[in-house]
């Protein structure tokens, strides 16, 4: 595995690990409907609680966690795989998808739970009598859940689209380099003339035939 995929993976692990154990805190945390009080002003009264500080910290992470990976993989929708049919492709484009929804269900869990778990001196009104806003048991937990399952996602589809990406790279590379390093000679198209033996002729025939020439 390449050095930058180990450290984008590493990190995008960590974000997710910590969004899920602060959005766990934040559930085990968060006020609940037992612990506000009604003062005889008809406020309600809640008692401090982590869970908003723990629920942004969960938001944040997830946040980060997300842009780091879309970041990494680049813009992903207008890429085009060489072979469509490859599984890798298929199964990174499955991952992006449901990362997204997940993401988006987790980031409003999460910053709902939040916002409502910070409702001090609020109230509202149903049926003719007054309640005080809690957030549900779950919601918190939901949230965390998805947000692991978003970064695990998110990891997974940037694996295999870098797989993709490195098979097509070692295709290039077998099909384009040289297949034979020697320099072809070609044979001569003449052959090199021979030398034939010497012929010896006796210096009266010789001399007779330069007379009749």
């Known amino acids: 595995m390449e050095r930058k995929v180990l450290v984008v993976c590493c990190f995008v692990g960590f974000l997710g690990l910590l969004s899920a154990a602060t959005g766990f805190g934040a559930e085990a945390t968060r006020i609940k409907g037992s612990e506000v009080h009604v003062t005889g ?5 809640y008692p401090r609680s982590p869970a908003l500080g723990l629920g942004l910290t969960a938001v944040a992470s997830l946040l980060i966690a997300q842009i780091t990976i879309s970041v ?3 813009c992903f929708c207008c890429r085009q795989s060489p072979d469509l049919t490859q599984s890798n492709w298929k199964i990174a484009l499955v991952c992006f998808v449901v990362s997204w929804i997940t993401f988006v269900i987790a ?3 999460l910053l709902t739970g939040a916002a409502l778990n910070d409702q001090n001196g609020e109230e509202g009104l149903y049926f003719g009598s007054y309640y005080c806003y809690v ?9 965390a859940v998805l947000a692991l399952a978003t970064v695990a996602l998110g990891i997974l589809y940037y694996l295999n689209l870098n797989s993709v990406k490195n098979n097509n790279s070692n295709q290039w590379s077998n099909t384009s380099g040289p297949h034979d390093g020697g320099i072809a000679m070609g044979q001569p198209q003449f052959p090199p003339p021979t030398c034939e033996d010497p012929v010896f002729v006796h210096e009266d025939t010789y001399m007779r035939r330069q007379q009749y020439t």
């Open 135 to 143: 957030v549900k048991p779950g919601v918190f937990a939901g949230g």
């Open 72 to 74: 990494a993989t680049g």
């Open 41 to 45: 002003s008809s406020q309600c009264s």
């Open 107 to 109: 980031f409003l869990l």
